[in-house]
Structure formats: C-alpha cells, structure tokens
C-alpha cells in the first residue's frame, strides 16, 4: 500500500465567524492509498484554532510507512501503528484512516454504513450553519439556507439575543445553538438558555470552556434543552470523562481521527445512554462522504461544512431538501 498527500486550500463562500474567530479559508491536506491499482481518498482538514496545520500534517504523513503492511483488511493494526508514531495529529491521521475505510470499502464494493449494518433511510436531515454576522448579513444568510429544515447558530458574542431576535423576525425553523465555549459564568448560560428555550431553540452545544467540565455538569442538570459536548470530547476515552457531565457528545472524524474511533464513540455512547451528534469542520465532500456514513445511527447531523466552500474537488453524499441521501456507491461514498 501506498499513502501520497498534497496540501490545499479551501476558499469560503462567507468570511466565517464563531466565539473565537474569524476566517476565509481553510488549510486542508488531501491524501490517497493506493493498493493494486484501487485508491481510496482521505482528508485532514485543519481550522487554525485546533493546533494542527498543514506542515504539521505533512511532518506526521511523511512518517507513515504503509509500505509495510500486505493487507489492507488489517486494518486495527494499520491504525493503531499510525496512531502511535506521535501523540495529537488527530487531523493528519483522520486522513490516513478515512482513505483506508474507502479504499477497503472499494475493495469489498460496499459502502461503510452497509458494512455496519446501519439503515440508510434513518440517516437525518442535516443542519445549516449561519455564523456571528451583522443582521443584514445574517438575514441574507438565512435567505440562502432556504431548503435547509434546521439552522444552526453560533452564538458566544455580546450579541446572542439580537442574533436570534433578528432569525426569528424571517423563519420559525427549529435552531440549534452553538456557544463554542463562549458563555463564562453558568448562571448566565442557563437564563439564556431558558430564554431560548422560549424562542423554539432544539439544543445547545458547549456552553462553556471545555475544561469546565462541572459547571457545565450543573447547567445539564437545570437545562431544559439538551447539552452537548463538543470541545470537550475529542477521543474515546473523553466519553467516558463527560457522562454526566453532558447529555450528549458531538463526534466529528477530525478529532476522533477518523471512522475507526468515530464509529467506536457512536458505540459507546449509545451504551452509556447519551445522545449523538455528528459534526465536522470545513471539509470537502471526502470528509463530509465518510462521516455521512456513520449518519443514519446519530440524532442530530450537522454535516455542512462542504456546502460553505467554493472549490470542493470531491462529490459525495448529496443533501436532498435538507436531508443526507446515502448511496449504493462503496467505500466513503465519493462518486
Ligand atoms: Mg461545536
């Protein structure tokens, strides 16, 4: 087996606005493993708050030999040995693991939810992200996420109850709110969040900062909407860590590095009674196409980073009114 990786850059329909920062592009790194002439896609996308970039990604992919291994069905050995060449990457080995399941789909001419065992009839309706704008903008914006069924919002400025207040004067669509950290006193997130509650608000991700783990404990336990972690939960065993402290947990390929750990999070979870969410970052199709494919077993998906680019090189699983389509095509999806 061969991996190859180039970098790329994603250009952003929007200037894109969350609790912590502002961006147009994103850094991603592409990569491929090609095995007797198959070839399955992988990506790292790599948003600059999270710590990893593209000389990062490219120091940590020129370490991994696959050259090694005979078998692409090996694969909890293939990756638990890309795993172990450094700690963190969670991105750059996201994108060793998610050209992997591709490539071992392609060869099995299954997609991955069929290889699960998962229905793809009870993948969700994807939501729609609008970010921290000026109300023309936002209005605009909402304008555009017409056949979208669910907004979702980040809030975590001093403008939150303007932000909503200005989406509730166009649409009554269910919203989910996003605060990325950004509320920093629990008695203050939990009368916005009863005040949101009143204004048709479905749940709320990351009240607080993650490391405010009993804070945020104490909110759950008083909120009447459900709380998710997502800044809080990046691998398998931070699931552990946040039950009880969190209703649900927001899984994304990036920080879970990949299919492998995303699809054993899922698992354990749901074992553990909590609910699920599956995110991503700005990604193309490729990362978008996988995580789909965990969908149809999650209660909330909020996968639309590839629909706020301009240049995404790949095409995957479709959005039909709003809803994730799965398809018959093997490996991640990509067509
Ligand atoms: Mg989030």
């Given at each position: 087996m061969k991996l190859t990786f180039k970098p790329y850059t994603l250009e952003l329909e929007h200037l894109f606005t969350i609790a912590k920062s502002s961006r147009t592009t994103t850094p991603v790194?592409?990569?491929?493993?090609?095995?007797?002439?198959?070839?399955?896609?992988?990506?790292?996308?790599?948003?600059?708050?999270?710590?990893?970039?593209q000389e990062t990604a490219v120091a940590f992919l020129s370490k991994v030999n696959l050259e090694q291994f005979k078998d692409p069905f090996d694969m909890e050995n293939i990756l638990n040995y890309v795993d172990s060449i450094a700690e963190k990457n969670s991105a750059a080995k996201a994108s060793v693991d998610i050209a992997l399941h591709d490539l071992v789909g392609k060869l099995l001419k299954k997609p991955w939810y069929a290889i699960w065992g998962f229905d793809r009839d009870k993948a969700p309706y994807t939501d729609f992200t609008i970010g921290i704008d000026t109300p023309e903008v936002v209005k605009q914006k909402v304008k555009e996420a017409e056949i979208y069924k669910i907004l979702k919002v980040k809030l975590g400025s001093e403008d939150d109850k303007k932000l909503i207040e200005v989406i509730r004067s166009i649409t009554d669509k269910p919203i989910r709110v996003d605060a990325n950290q950004g509320w920093k006193d629990k008695h203050y997130a939990l009368d916005l969040i009863n005040w949101l509650k009143e204004r048709n608000v479905e749940i709320v991700e990351q009240p607080m900062p993650k490391e405010m783990l009993d804070d945020m404990a104490w909110i759950t336990e008083r909120s009447p909407l459900p709380i998710i972690g997502d800044e809080s939960v990046q691998?398998?065993?931070?699931?552990?860590?946040?039950?009880?402290?969190?209703?649900?947990?927001?899984i994304k390929l990036m920080k879970s590095t990949g299919l492998r750990e995303a699809h054993k999070m899922l698992l354990l979870a749901r074992s553990l009674g909590m609910k699920v969410m599956l995110g991503c970052m700005t990604e193309t199709s490729c990362g978008i196409s996988a995580a789909s494919q965990l969908s149809p077993m999650v209660d909330w998906a909020d996968l639309d980073g590839n629909l706020l680019i301009k240049n995404?090189?790949?095409?995957?699983?479709?959005?039909?009114?709003?809803?994730?389509?799965?398809?018959?095509?093997?490996?991640?999806?990509l067509v």
């Open positions: 790194i592409l990569t491929e493993i090609e095995f007797e002439g198959i070839v399955g896609h992988g990506e790292a996308s790599m948003p600059p708050y999270l710590g990893e970039n691998r398998l065993p931070d699931v552990i860590k946040v039950h009880g402290v969190f209703d649900g947990i927001n995404d090189p790949y095409r995957g699983t479709k959005v039909l009114n709003g809803k994730l389509v799965l398809t018959d095509t093997p490996g991640i999806g």
